[in-house]
């Protein structure tokens, strides 16, 4: 997703007016806040400005458009974070907040690559494919040793193939976490 910068003069102007509505300058038209969510997750640079003052304006509109998605049964934001959020303002810690959460924010954003990297690396790379199978082939094992007339498996046996899979298991693990850490 490749953000437009401000540098380049790319910033897509909106006024708010009196009436509520917003007015996108680039494309001359009127758009929602629904609009401004999509140009958000599109990576759209955009400042708003409210059309009789002139004032930024920009953050109060993004925290309304983060109620709006949080009402609307779409919740992200964990209670407790909330509380936590709110609890903060006034205190001390105040003032680091705002780059704390941006460096918490690009990290997540980082991490979230890597994990898109692994999931289209494939599905059988993945460890949990490999845990599901392998608790599959417990459950077969575990129904042909109780099933009148199926095979039947030792004791012995199954310990060691359930342990040398556990063992590939955690070493799979093991290596896509080395991965994600590089």
Known sequence: MA?????EGDTVVIKKYANRRLYNTQSSS????????????EGVDFQVVDAKSGDDITHTILTQIIMEEETSGKQMLPVSFLRDIISMYGNSMQAMMPSYLEASMQNLRQ???KLQEAF?????????TKIH????AMMRAMGEAFIPGGKSVSKSAAKDEELAALKQQMAE????????GK
Request: glycine residues 2%; proline residues 2%.
């Open 133 to 136: 199978e392998t608790n599959m």
């Open 111 to 113: 991490n979230r690559e």
């Open 30 to 41: 009127y758009i929602t806040l629904d609009d401004l969510a999509a140009m958000t997750r």
């Open 120 to 128: 289209r690396d494939g599905l059988a790379a993945n460890p949990l």
């Open 173 to 180: 693990m093991q290596k896509k976490l080395d991965e994600l």
């Open 3 to 7: 953000k437009k910068n401000a540098s």
